[in-house]
T-cell receptor, first 112, second 117 residues
Framework: QKEVEQNSGPLSVPEGAIASLNCTYSDRGSQSFFWYRQYSGKSPELIMS????GDKEDGRFTAQLNKASQYVSLLIRDSQPSDSATYLCAVTGYSGNTPLVFGKGTRLSVIA | SAVISQKPSRDICQRGTSLTIQCQVDSQVTMMFWYRQQPGQSLTLIATANQGSEATYESGFVIDKFPISRPNLTFSTLTVSNMSPEDSSIYLC??????????????FGPGTRLTVL
């Protein structure tokens, strides 16, 4: 049974700070890792994907993957109130049309 | 990415009735996935819809309760049958576009918010 674990939060950070979101997964064979953002009442929106160990940066977002530790994280720099949402970590096993296994999500609140 | 629409966006239904949710994609995809998100919870996969074959259901979900159709490469339906208040959830379809094959990247439709009285 594949599992993806996240702290539920809420994680509160002041505006302009770095928000750090963490995720661990149980399946050592997992290949693909994603971060989705979900605003209340909306569907998940893909913000980052990462496939190999190390860091991947996209604007204010940086995803970090460590397969040996089965750990993936998301850093949000210069956090804005509009970043306040639930962040879902998702993992797949093998490449190509495989279902996503989601964590329960971390609720982030950015305080102005 | 892909543009995905779902109908209806929301509905309020009576216990014992059925509702069919439609998912339409603007490009061809191999598989479409149906998820459920209960209030305050994360997403749970119901089934994977393959074109031209039977859907594959996850543990705890059965075809009699959640029949799925996939008549072509851009469309799928999920029916929630004999509904009870426990079926009140958001139902989401997702797809991996051909253009992003091999990346496992999935995009979600806007969801259908179902309330069963």
């Amino acid at each position: 049974q594949k599992e993806v674990e996240q702290n539920s939060g809420p994680l509160s950070v002041p505006e302009g700070a770095i928000a750090s979101l963490n995720c661990t997964y149980s399946d050592r064979g997992s290949q693909s890792f994603f971060w989705y953002r979900q605003y209340s009442g909306k569907s998940p929106e893909l913000i980052m994907s990462i496939y190999s160990n190390g860091d991947k940066e996209d604007g204010r977002f940086t995803a970090q993957l460590n397969k040996a530790s089965q750990y993936v994280s998301l850093l949000i720099r210069d956090s804005q109130p509009s970043d306040s949402a639930t962040y879902l970590c998702a993992v797949t096993g093998y490449s190509g049309n495989t279902p996503l296994v989601f964590g329960k999500g971390t609720r982030l609140s950015v305080i102005a | 990415s892909a543009v995905i629409s779902q109908k209806p966006s929301r509905d309020i239904c009576q216990r014992g009735t059925s509702l069919t949710i439609q998912c339409q994609v603007d490009s061809q995809v191999t598989m479409m996935f149906w998820y459920r998100q209960q209030p305050g919870q994360s997403l749970t996969l119901i089934a994977t819809a393959n074109q031209g074959s039977e859907a594959t259901y996850e543990s705890g979900f059965v075809i009699d309760k959640f029949p799925i159709s996939r008549p072509n490469l851009t469309f799928s339906t999920l029916t929630v049958s004999n509904m009870s208040p426990e079926d009140s959830s958001i139902y989401l379809c997702s797809v991996e576009p051909y253009s992003e094959g091999g990346t496992d990247t999935q995009y979600f439709g806007p969801g259908t918010r179902l309330t069963v009285l």
